[in-house]
């Protein structure tokens, strides 16, 4: 059962590339998309965030999308760290308007 329990949550950076495509528009290159996307279109947190946008700092990235819930305390001054309650949320920041009713917002 694909959405059952136990199955993996879509990935932040998947709903993306998905508004990225719909939109034909293209992704920044310099970003990171961290997090998982609930049935409800809700950005969920995802363990070591922390350790993952310093990593990010390491190959480049200067900024992070990530669920508001999952900011680490300790900002990386290398990074700009934004934070999202949902997908229509991150799609609004990305790419100034939220994409038509139905499309993937809740």
Do not use: C, H
Not at 22 to 27: E, F, K, Q, S
Not at 42 to 59: F, G, L, T
Not at 69 to 91: A, E, H, S, W, Y
Request: no cysteine.
């Amino acid at each position: 059962e694909p959405l059952g329990r136990g199955a993996a949550a879509p990935a932040l950076v998947e709903g993306a590339a998905l508004a990225s495509s719909i939109r034909d528009r293209a992704l920044p290159s310099d970003v990171l998309f961290l997090g998982e996307v609930g049935l409800g279109g809700e950005v969920r947190p995802v363990s070591q965030a922390e350790r993952r946008i310093a990593e990010a700092a390491n190959q480049g990235m200067s900024r992070v999308y990530l669920a508001e819930r999952g900011i680490p305390k300790r900002r990386n001054p290398k990074v700009q760290t934004v934070g999202v309650r949902t997908v229509n949320d991150l799609f609004e920041r990305l790419f100034a308007g939220a994409l038509p009713p139905g499309t993937w917002a809740p």
